[in-house]
């Protein structure tokens, strides 16, 4: 069925009458749903009471969600767009959580901006979330220990960045740009504050930015290099932690992708200073069955790509691909070193994954593979980790093995 007819359906069900017109203003209804059958086993577990093994039925890396996109040609090449985008969990009922929420305009002449709670950079322009053919299964590479830097606010590869503009270019010649700015000095956006997720801003903290530069040599590949400045705000300034104060937390990215006729090489390297606690970034941050997708039954938090908080750190990933007809195998891997600070040791945590992909259409996959996390003397680095809730994790859960299959439909 024509997805116009669909979304004007369901705004009548919903009381709320949309039209869509030959004459370029429109609505489409899109998503995906998907779930996993998924096997963790947790080694050096130190605490009795939670299980060595967990096994699920779900979606707990987030892959389902549905979303209406809105367009009008305002003539003369530019167009009015906007995003309406929310999340939901196949498996344990978790309630829609809010996803890409903007207004914005575009022109194929000067490119398009965006204005509300929109992606980084980091995640889906200048590398990150399209480099892993895994993104948003159990073996995906964010937040998965030793691949990609995946913070709760947003600047990385993570979740998304409340109050901003974007800027996205048209390409020059191969080459392309995309500018974020969050400037808000608001109490009410101070990360961590209260029960909302870590956040930039914050009274005092409206230096948040994001640039992304990119090259692309058609078909064959692409490098790009991005930067990341989450500012700190009144109240971030005047904690510490490792004997340091907190300042503001930068991220370099390069990296690139290649293609040889069915083989592929793509990897990124990332390199982060002053990792901020309030943001995310020293947590279980990102990571595959964080806090289970809200899931209660679930306690497989992944913290092994934590920093040491106000510490630095760097990550890097590399993924080798192989098209064989329908099917795409894949091997890849990287490793996050945490610096040491004050009473907090360096640590190493590594990831090895394998696996395949088999797409029945343009529209319908199904996935398999295994992943191993391992960080360098776990048992010595549970009691070193300066953020209770990432010292717990890492205590019960600081090695795993997960295998995983399961089905994606996009619509």
């Known amino acids: 069925m024509n997805k116009k007819l669909i979304a004007l359906a369901v705004a009548s069900a919903l009381g709320a009458p949309l039209v869509a017109s030959a004459q370029g203003t429109g609505v489409t209804l899109f998503g995906r749903v998907g779930a996993e059958y998924s096997s963790t086993k947790i080694d050096q577990a130190s605490n009795s009471t939670t299980s060595h093994r967990q096994e699920t039925i779900g979606d707990n890396s987030g892959v389902s969600r549905w979303g209406l996109l809105i367009t009008e040609d305002l003539g003369n090449g530019l167009k009015a767009n906007g995003r309406i ?4 969990r ?5 309630i829609e959580t809010a996803r890409e929420q903007w207004v914005g305009l575009s022109s194929k002449t000067w490119g398009d901006v965006q204005f509300g709670r929109v992606q980084s950079v980091l995640k889906d322009f200048a590398g990150g979330a399209y480099l892993d053919p895994f993104i948003t299964t159990s073996l995906q ?3 998965s220990g030793g691949a990609m830097y995946a913070p709760g606010n947003g600047f990385g590869v993570g979740a998304f960045v409340d109050h901003s503009i974007r800027y996205n270019s048209p390409s020059f010649g191969g080459f392309s740009a995309a500018v974020l700015l969050s ?8 990360p961590g504050a209260g029960t909302s997720a870590p956040n930039v801003g914050g009274r005092g903290g409206t230096d948040n930015y994001q640039i992304g530069l990119k090259y692309k040599f058609g078909t064959s590949g692409e490098i790009f290099g991005g930067y990341s400045h989450d500012g700190i705000s009144d109240t971030q300034a005047t904690t510490s932690a490792n004997g340091v104060t907190a300042d503001d937390e930068e991220v370099w990215r390069i990296g690139g992708a290649w293609n040889f006729g069915d083989f592929r090489i793509a990897g990124q390297y990332e390199n982060i200073e002053n990792a901020l606690a309030t943001n995310g970034g020293t947590t279980c941050a990102g990571g595959p069955s964080s806090n289970g997708g809200g899931d209660a039954g679930i306690s497989t938090p992944q913290c092994n790509t934590a920093f040491n908080t106000n510490g630095d750190g760097d990550i890097w990933f590399l993924t080798a691909q192989y098209k064989l007809g ?3 195998l894949v091997v890849q891997g990287g490793m996050t070193d945490a610096d040491a600070i004050g009473t907090s040791i360096e640590r190493e945590s ?4 394998v696996g395949a992909i088999y797409n029945f259409s343009k529209r319908t996959k199904v996935f398999g593979g295994y992943q191993r996390v391992s960080i360098d003397g776990a048992d010595a680095i549970a009691n070193s980790i300066d953020n209770t809730a990432a010292q717990a994790a890492a205590f019960v859960q600081p090695d795993r093995s ?7 439909h996009f619509f």
């Open 402 to 408: 997960t295998w995983t299959i399961g089905l994606h």
């Open 350 to 353: 590594k990831n090895f994954t």
């Open 183 to 190: 400037p808000v000095d608001a109490t009410q956006a101070e």
């Open 90 to 94: 196949t498996g344990n009922g978790v």
């Open 85 to 88: 985008e929310f999340a939901f």
């Open 141 to 143: 590479a964010r937040g």
């Open 326 to 328: 329908k099917t795409t």
